[in-house]
C-alpha cells in the first residue's frame, strides 16, 4: 500500500508542475499527466484563456498527447493523475478514452464530474468506468488553487478600482442644483431672444 501511495504522490507532484505552468499564465492552475507502463506519455495543464477555447482544459491536452504517443484513441492501459477533479467534459472524455484508472488531488464541489455534482468516472451505465483514487497531495493541490483565487481577487478589485479612478465623472454630486442651474440659463436664453 505505501509503494502504491509513494507511486500516486510522485506523477501528482508531476501533475502540480504542470499546473504551477498554468499559474503562471494567469490561468486557474490544473495540472494532468498520463502514466503508461511507469512512463508520463501526456501533460496538460490549463490554457482555456490563454489559447481563447473552452477545449483546453489540463485532461483533454493530456489525453490527445497520450493518444498520440500510443497511436491510439484507447488509452486502456494507463492512469491518469489530475490535480483537480474533472469537469463533466474531462470526466466524459476519460471514459470514451477508456482510461481504466484515475488519480485526483482536490474535489470540486461546485462543478467536479468525479463524484462530488455526478459521478461520470463510475457511472454503471456506461460501457466504460474508471477506478478512482481521490484526496492524493489533496493539500498540496487545494492549496495553490485557494492561492490563485485569492491573488486574482485582489487583482481584480484593484483592475476595478483603477477603472473607477481612470473615469471622468459623469454626474454632478448636486443633481437637483444643475437642473434649477440649466433651467436658469434656458430661461434667461428665452428672454434674450424675445427681448431682441
Not at 33 to 46: D, E, F, L, P, Q
Not at 126 to 134: E, L
Not at 166 to 178: A, C, F, L, R
Amino acid at each position: 500500500m505505501a509503494v502504491i501511495k509513494n507511486i500516486q504522490e510522485k506523477y501528482m507532484r508531476e501533475a502540480l508542475k504542470q499546473a504551477h505552468k498554468a499559474y503562471l499564465l494567469g490561468e486557474v492552475p490544473i495540472g494532468c499527466v498520463i502514466v503508461h507502463a511507469g512512463k508520463i506519455i501526456g501533460r496538460g495543464y490549463n490554457r482555456r484563456n490563454t489559447d481563447k477555447n473552452t477545449l483546453a482544459h489540463a485532461e483533454i491536452t493530456a489525453i490527445n498527447k497520450a493518444s498520440k504517443k500510443i497511436g491510439d484513441w484507447r488509452l486502456e492501459d494507463c492512469t491518469l493523475y489530475v490535480t483537480l477533479e474533472p469537469c463533466q467534459m474531462c470526466a466524459g472524455a476519460i471514459i470514451q478514452a477508456r482510461i481504466p484508472e484515475v488519480v485526483m488531488g482536490c474535489m470540486n464541489p461546485k462543478a467536479g464530474c468525479g463524484g462530488s455534482i455526478l459521478n461520470i468516472l463510475e457511472m454503471p451505465q456506461f460501457n466504460h468506468q474508471a477506478a478512482v483514487t481521490r484526496g492524493v497531495l489533496e493539500k498540496e493541490c487545494s492549496e495553490m488553487l485557494k492561492a490563485f483565487f485569492s491573488e486574482l481577487r485582489i487583482r481584480n478589485k484593484a483592475e476595478k478600482e483603477a477603472a473607477k479612478a481612470d473615469m471622468p465623472e459623469t454626474h454632478s454630486k448636486d443633481p437637483i442644483g444643475d437642473r434649477v442651474e440649466n433651467a436658469e440659463i434656458n430661461a434667461d436664453k428665452m428672454v434674450d431672444k424675445k427681448g431682441k
